[in-house]
């Protein structure tokens, strides 16, 4: 069974910049379009950026040109690379495909901007 695990989070000031990394365990994962989400305490999950197959990237409107999205289909493995992050940004991020699947949702990785 596919598994994601989210790690890079962390606690940055304003402008800062993380790489988050999602890990899969089987290399399905080059089959699927892939997506981070992030969700906020009281706030329903929201998606910010996917990569296609082929490496594709489409981002939401909120992200404006701030964030990079990337895979290695060799190594199983998706980043996010944020940087001039806000506090806006502050919430629990989660990689899974597009669109999401029940199963595959992870623990989830922290990043948090002090205001």
């Known amino acids: 069974q596919l598994q994601l695990v989210e790690s890079g989070g962390g606690l940055v000031h304003p402008g800062g910049s993380l790489t988050l990394t999602c890990t899969a365990s089987?290399?399905?994962?080059?089959?699927?379009?892939m997506a981070w989400y992030r969700q906020d305490q009281g706030q329903q999950r929201e998606w910010v950026a996917s990569s296609g197959t082929a490496g594709s990237q489409k981002y939401a409107d909120f992200v404006q040109g701030r964030f990079a999205i990337s895979r290695d289909n060799k190594l199983n493995t998706m980043t996010l690379r944020m940087n001039d992050l806000k506090p806006g940004d502050s919430a629990v991020y989660y990689c899974?495909?597009?669109?999401?699947?029940?199963?595959?949702w992870g623990p989830g990785t922290q990043v948090t901007v002090p205001s």
């Open positions: 899974n495909s597009k669109p999401p699947r029940r199963n595959l």
């Open positions: 089987k290399d399905i994962f080059r089959y699927m379009e």
